[in-house]
């Protein structure tokens, strides 16, 4: 059943998520009308630390009935190919001296979402055996990562098992604008529509 986030406690939530992925309709990519296998669980960005705490019970939640989560996290992936680059010491050491201009254009330039961050993203995937991706840190990586663009990057690497991307804003729909990812609830430019909601999602 489709449930309202904004009138549902977490662990209600958690068990919507938990029966939903575990289904075998969600994990054969079933229902999807030939859309991309990308859903989107939104929350309340207040309750980022309630939500990463359910994301870690889900994941042993899954695992201990035999589902495999591969869970990517754009803050630490970001942090782990500066350091690969040499260059998070420097960040650490110059990013009082330089305007948040200026470190967001050298950011978006080394973490280069086409060239960089999938193909980062698609080297774990390929390294691992799993059944679900989970993708998380979206709040802790904007302005220079928007969440929109991985998901538009990623529609030809991740079509074979579903995606869920943990969003702190709203995943909001209307026949004026489309379909558009709102950041913090505030942010209302990131247009994507081949995502679908997983609290909306019926087994």
Not at 42 to 52: A, C, G, L, T, V
Not at 103 to 109: G, H, N, P, R, Y
Not at 147 to 168: E, G, R, W
């Amino acid at each position: 059943m489709k449930i309202d986030t904004g009138k549902t406690t977490i662990q209600e939530r958690f068990h919507h998520l938990l029966s939903v992925i575990s289904s075998e309709r969600f994990l054969k990519k079933q229902g999807l009308g030939n859309e991309v296998p990308f859903f989107i669980c939104p929350y309340p960005p207040e309750e980022s630390n309630d939500m990463e705490r359910l994301q870690k019970q889900l994941v042993n939640k899954l695992s201990q009935s035999g589902i495999r989560v591969l869970v990517i996290n754009l803050y630490d992936l970001s942090v782990e190919i500066l350091k690969q680059n040499g260059d998070w010491d420097w960040y650490l050491a110059e990013e009082p001296k330089i305007t948040k201009a200026e470190l967001k254009e050298d950011l978006q330039s080394i973490l280069d979402i086409e060239n960089v961050l999938t193909p980062a993203i698609a080297g774990l995937m390929q390294q691992a055996d799993f059944d679900v991706m989970f993708i998380s840190g979206v709040g802790e990586v904007f302005p220079y990562i928007r969440s929109h663009n991985i998901l538009n990057n990623l529609q030809s690497t991740a079509k074979d098992q579903p995606t869920v991307m943990f969003f702190p804003g709203a995943y909001t729909h209307s026949i004026a604008s489309g379909a558009s990812l709102d950041l913090f609830n505030r942010l209302h430019d990131d247009k994507y529509y081949r995502a679908f909601n997983i609290y909306h999602y019926e087994i």
